[in-house]
């Protein structure tokens, strides 16, 4: 069986500081994916990340960040420098399970609140 | 090009009233998911669907729920007779292919009274 869990519920910074969301994840696939989105008050899921189990590179998108860890099966998001726009419920999500690749299982979020 | 499109965006209703929901996936996409959000269970993929198949459903709560896909460019997921307990954000997703990026449409907000 596939899970994620996101151990922080609720971070609170001020704007300009980093962050760092943290996700576990567990599977006894050796080919997944893992993803991240994000749900700002809105309420649509937007895409952030998608990342392959065979490729460890972490990966930098402007203010965002990925650090990819299979030895602690960790997949963690970093945002330098917040903003209040940055505000949003944080989701990692897993993808394995050869013919169910198609099943995403969710981690249950991180609420971000950046203050101004 | 359009996203996934989802109608209604609200949908307020009475118990035991039937409830449909649709969704449009992304042109090209041979890959369709329903899911449910609620404050309880988080984000629950209910149903799957390839190429216009079910593939998996072993998330459909109970016989109440049916989903169908009549062709590729158009879903529904059907509740008959809704409960409140049903009250939920429903989200459609598609993609490309299996294991790729699953783009959601803007979600169905359901309130059963």
């Known amino acids: 069986a596939q899970k994620v869990t996101q151990a922080q519920t609720e971070i609170s910074v001020v704007e300009k500081e980093d962050v760092t969301l943290d996700c576990v994840y567990e599977?006894?696939?050796?080919?997944?994916?893992l993803f991240w989105y994000k749900q700002p008050p809105s309420g649509e899921l937007v895409f952030l990340i998608r990342?392959?189990?065979?490729?460890?590179q972490n990966e930098i998108s402007g203010r965002y960040s990925w650090n990819f860890q299979k030895s602690t099966s960790s997949f963690n998001f970093t945002i330098t420098a917040s903003q209040v726009v940055d505000s949003a419920v944080y989701f990692c999500?897993?993808?394995?399970?050869?013919?169910?690749?198609?099943?995403?299982?969710f981690g249950q979020g991180t609420i971000l609140t950046v203050h101004p | 090009d359009a996203g996934v499109i989802q109608s209604p965006r609200h949908e307020v209703t009475e118990m035991g009233q039937e409830v449909t929901l649709r969704c449009k996936p992304i042109?090209?996409?041979?890959?369709l998911f329903w899911y449910r959000q609620t404050m309880m269970r988080g984000l629950e993929l209910l149903i799957y669907?390839?190429?216009?198949?079910?593939?998996?459903d072993s998330g459909m709560p109970e016989d109440r729920f049916s989903a169908k896909m009549p062709n590729a460019s158009f879903s529904t997921l059907k509740i008959q007779p809704s409960e409140p307990r049903d009250s939920a954000v429903y989200f459609c997703?598609?993609?490309?292919?299996?294991?790729?990026?699953?783009?959601f449409g803007p979600g169905t907000r359901l309130t059963v009274l």
């Open positions: 042109s090209g996409h041979d890959y």
């Open positions: 669907f390839n190429n216009n198949v079910p593939i998996d």
């Open positions: 599977t006894r696939d050796t080919t997944y994916y």
């Open positions: 990342r392959n189990s065979f490729d460890e």
């Open positions: 997703a598609s993609s490309l292919k299996n294991g790729d990026t699953q783009y």
């Open positions: 999500a897993l993808s394995a399970g050869g013919t169910s690749y198609g099943k995403l299982t």
